[in-house]
């Protein structure tokens, strides 16, 4: 079956470092892909998604490219901030009627000043 | 535009009695309804979801069960609670005829069970 594998975390940057979430999917067939954000207590947030090989999502300085050929979509932000502390989700999900999303595991992100 | 409430916020159980977690939907008509659980320090684990009305799909076998009395709710039920139904229940939606298929989720239920 499809699965989304995250790299582990904790992932501990200072301010203005540089971000890469690592994501790779397992897919029979040609899925979009999600990363969602989870802030303390909170439920999830779109962050951003593509839908097709070679597209680009970004929001808020994040970016991601789906790879098709490394099966990939890995997460990059150039400069992070501390109000980016918190917990990411790579996801995948087919067009169609129930859309059920598969989520990676979750990689905690802590930013220090 | 569309919202998605959940409550309550947080509940503390004792083992054995009963549950019922309610979502509702706002600014939307017939959308996709999704339960997950969240364990501590874990990913989401999709429990059910349902694309109508008295429609409810079960993903994982447990003592847990959904329903869906109407368009824009989805409640969460269980009749005995196990120390391991703790956790992060987190209610979503989204709409089946959208290309990318985003799912839009609430502010969630933390459930725990003494």
């Known amino acids: 079956g499809d699965s989304v594998t995250q790299m582990e975390g904790p992932v501990t940057l200072s301010e203005e470092a540089f971000l890469t979430i690592n994501c790779t999917y397992t897919?029979?067939?040609?899925?979009?892909l999600f990363w969602y954000v989870q802030y303390p207590g909170e439920g999830l947030q779109l962050l951003l998604k593509?839908?097709?090989?070679?597209d680009k999502g970004s929001n808020k300085g994040f970016e991601a490219t789906y790879r098709k050929e490394t099966t990939s979509f890995h997460l990059e932000k150039g400069s992070v901030q501390v109000s980016d502390s918190a917990v990411y989700f790579c996801a995948l999900a087919y067009p169609g009627t129930a859309s059920k999303l598969t989520f990676g595991t979750g990689t905690r992100l802590q930013v220090t000043l | 535009s569309q919202t998605i409430h959940q409550w309550p916020a947080t509940l503390v159980q004792p083992v054995g009695s009963p549950l019922s977690l309610e979502c509702t939907v706002e600014?939307?008509?017939?959308?996709?309804l999704y339960w997950y659980r969240q364990a501590a320090g874990r990913g989401l684990q999709l429990l059910f979801y349902s694309v109508g009305i008295g429609q409810i799909s079960s993903e994982v076998p447990q003592n847990l069960s959904a329903s869906r009395p109407q368009d824009r709710q989805f409640i969460l039920s269980s009749k005995k609670l196990l120390l391991s139904d703790s956790g992060f229940y987190l209610c979503?939606?989204?709409?089946?005829?959208?290309?990318?298929?985003?799912?839009?989720f609430g502010p969630g239920t933390r459930l725990t069970v003494l």
């Open positions: 979503a939606w989204s709409v089946g005829d959208r290309v990318a298929y985003e799912q839009f």
């Open positions: 600014g939307t008509s017939n959308p996709n």
């Open positions: 897919a029979t067939g040609y899925p979009s």
């Open positions: 593509a839908t097709k090989a070679d």
